[in-house]
Structure formats: C-alpha cells, structure tokens
C-alpha cells in the first residue's frame, strides 16, 4: 500500500518558523515528484512547491514569498518543507504529494492538483498568536 506521512504541523506565532516532512512509503518516488499543496479553511487546494526527480524546484512565488525551502532525499523518498516568516494567511491544512510526471520543474502542470497521483492525509499548520 502506498503511503504519504506528513509530519511537523502546529502551532506557531507569525514570524516564527515551522519545517513539514513527509515520507512516502510502499514505493519508490524516485523518478518522479513530490510536492506540497496546502487549502486554507473554505478555499481550494493550492500548489505550493515541487521537486523533481533530477532535484528542480519551484515554488508559487506569490504564496512563498521566499520564505519556504524544499529539499529531498531521493534515496530515502523524504520530502521536507522549511518554512520560516510565517504568516496568518500561512494557516491551511499542508499535503504532500507524489507523482511519476517528469517535467521540468518550471511546468505550470505541477500546479494542477489533478496532476498529482498520490496524496498524504494532511497536516495542520495555524500561524496565530
């Protein structure tokens, strides 16, 4: 059975900082994607960053703001988002997800929750003070 665990959810004060893992399980992901979506209370899920297999990342800027890393291990199929600075508007339940697409990392396709064949259950992140 595959499976995506996230771990590292909260609560945290804004401006404090925050890192989510996930590890997949039952299957290798390493020809392919992982990724973070997150869907804030009422809203749709939104893409946050992706890494590919050959290690490329993207982000959607306008919710990252630079303030989130990805990084990977592909030999151990992890998946960690560093999140620092965060943000009230940061509160949303985080996904991680997993995917044999091999595009570029610069494909708008990773943005597209249809795109993504594997989903974790979610993890809460509540920026609040």
């Known amino acids: 059975q595959v499976q995506l665990v996230e771990s590292g959810g909260g609560l945290v004060q804004p401006g404090g900082s925050l890192s989510l893992s996930c590890a997949a399980s039952?299957?290798?992901?390493?020809?392919?994607?992982m990724g973070w979506f997150r869907q804030a209370p009422g809203k749709d899920r939104k893409f946050v960053g992706v890494?590919?297999?050959?290690?490329?990342?993207?982000y959607d800027m306008d919710a990252v703001k630079g303030r989130f890393i990805l990084t990977r291990d592909i030999q151990k199929d992890t998946l960690t988002l560093q999140m620092r600075r965060l943000e009230p508007e940061d509160t949303a339940v985080y996904y991680c997800?997993?995917?044999?697409?091999?595009?570029?990392?610069?494909?708008?396709?990773?943005?597209?929750?249809?795109?993504?064949?594997?989903w974790g259950q979610g993890t809460q992140v509540t920026v609040s003070s």
């Open positions: 997800v997993a995917s044999d697409n091999r595009w570029l990392s610069s494909s708008v396709n990773y943005h597209e929750a249809l795109n993504w064949d594997y």
């Open positions: 039952g299957r290798t992901f390493s020809g392919g994607a």
């Open positions: 890494v590919t297999w050959s290690g490329g990342t993207s």
